[in-house]
């Protein structure tokens, strides 16, 4: 069974940094690009991230681009996102997620974000 | 506000058919046969029910159908039961420099 288990999330100061992880199992994690995709309260989804299967390609959306970094660790089948200089627009529920082709077919339960002083 | 545009709510009664759209550009769902839709109940993860404009994932019912027209495309719930009441997204890949877009969300209530 796949599951995607997020953790990291918390309440961070603007201008603060916060490091989420997302822990995989149940499939060969290295076979799969990864995401990340948030969603603001009470808003839609937004697409943040994503990894090749090999790290070699990493994409973003313009608004985190250069603030935030996905990466992977292969030993221990997690996919991580460091957030740095973080904005109270960043305040979301971020959802980690497998990517299928040109989908997301399974994703996590997310962990909470809150950009506040 | 979201690249893509969905209604903010739709509702049916139990066992009659809806129809969800979802507007883009030809830089993302007229470009590309790369749609998804998602259901996402309050306070759960997003679940896949259509990919690639018309297909559904292993599990997920048939009631549940997708279809594209121009830069629309529509998901289509039939026989509406209790348990569909959720929220649905849209997705598509865009051609623009975030890959990746989404509908603002539609929210269905059954009757």
């Known amino acids: 069974e796949v599951q995607l288990v997020e953790s990291g999330g918390g309440l961070v100061q603007p201008g603060g940094s916060l490091r989420l992880s997302c822990a995989a199992s149940?499939?060969?994690?290295?076979?799969?690009?990864m995401s990340w995709v948030r969603q603001a309260p009470g808003k839609g989804l937004e697409w943040v991230a994503n990894i090749k299967q090999d790290g070699s390609e990493k994409y973003y959306v313009d608004s985190v681009r250069g603030r935030f970094t996905i990466s992977r660790d292969y030993a221990k089948n997690s996919l991580s996102l460091q957030m740095n200089s973080l904005r109270a627009e960043d305040t979301a529920v971020y959802y980690c997620a497998r990517d299928h082709g040109f989908t997301r077919d399974y994703w996590g339960q997310g962990t909470l974000v809150t950009v506040s002083s | 506000q979201s690249a893509l545009t969905q209604p903010a709510s739709v509702s049916g009664s139990p066992g009659q058919s809806i129809t969800i759209s979802c507007t883009g550009t030809?830089?993302?769902?007229?470009?590309?046969?790369?749609v998804s839709w998602y259901q996402q109940h309050p306070g759960k993860a997003p679940k896949l029910m259509i990919y690639d404009v018309s297909n559904r994932p292993s599990g997920v019912s048939n009631r549940f159908s997708g279809s594209k027209s121009g830069n629309t495309a529509s998901l289509t719930i039939s026989g509406l039961q209790a348990e569909d009441e959720a929220d649905y997204f849209c997705s598509s890949y865009s051609s623009r420099s975030t890959h990746w877009v989404f509908g603002g969300g539609t929210k269905l209530t059954v009757l």
């Open positions: 149940g499939f060969t994690f290295s076979s799969y690009w």
């Open positions: 030809s830089s993302d769902v007229g470009g590309y046969n790369y």
